[in-house]
Nanobody
Framework: VQLQASGGGLVQAGDSLRLSCAASGRTFRSYAMGWFRQAPGKEREFVAAVSWSGGTKSYSDSVKGRFTLSRENAKNTVSLQMYSLKPEDTAVYYC????????????????WGQGTLVTVSS
C-alpha cells in the first residue's frame, strides 16, 4: 500500500487542522492505520491509531481529547482532526499502515507516508 499524507500547515495556538492520509490499493480495509509525529530534534512518537474496521482507536495521552482519528474504508482514507493545537504539537506528521493489530510503536508499521508538516505558532 502507498500512503500520501496531506493537510499540514502553519496555524496559531488554539486553531484546528485536519490531516488526511490517502491510501492506494484495494486492500486498505485490511490495514490498521496509525499517525506518528516527529518534532525537530526529537524521536518519532505515537499520536493515534485505528483498527482496520475503525471500531477501535487509541490516542497518546498528549493528544487525547483534542485529536480525533477516523477512517473511511470506502474512500481509502484516514483522517486526523486536530483541535486546540499547541506549539508543542509542531512536528512532521506521518501516517502508517500495518497488516497486524494497530499498535503504538513505529516498528509495528510496515508502510509509511512521506509526512506533512504542522507548525503551531504561539
Amino acid at each position: 500500500v502507498q500512503l500520501q499524507a496531506s493537510g499540514g500547515g502553519l496555524v496559531q495556538a488554539g486553531d484546528s487542522l485536519r490531516l488526511s492520509c490517502a491510501a492506494s490499493g484495494r486492500t486498505f480495509r485490511s490495514y490498521a492505520m496509525g499517525w506518528f509525529r516527529q518534532a525537530p530534534g526529537k524521536e518519532r512518537e505515537f499520536v493515534a491509531a485505528v483498527s482496520w474496521s475503525g471500531g477501535t482507536k487509541s490516542y497518546s495521552d498528549s493528544v487525547k481529547g483534542r485529536f480525533t482519528l477516523s477512517r473511511e474504508n470506502a474512500k481509502n482514507t484516514v483522517s486526523l482532526q486536530m483541535y486546540s493545537l499547541k506549539p508543542e504539537d509542531t512536528a512532521v506528521y506521518y501516517c502508517a499502515a500495518t497488516t497486524g493489530d494497530y499498535g503504538r510503536r513505529d516498528y509495528e508499521y510496515e508502510y509509511w507516508g512521506q509526512g506533512t508538516l504542522v507548525t503551531v505558532s504561539s
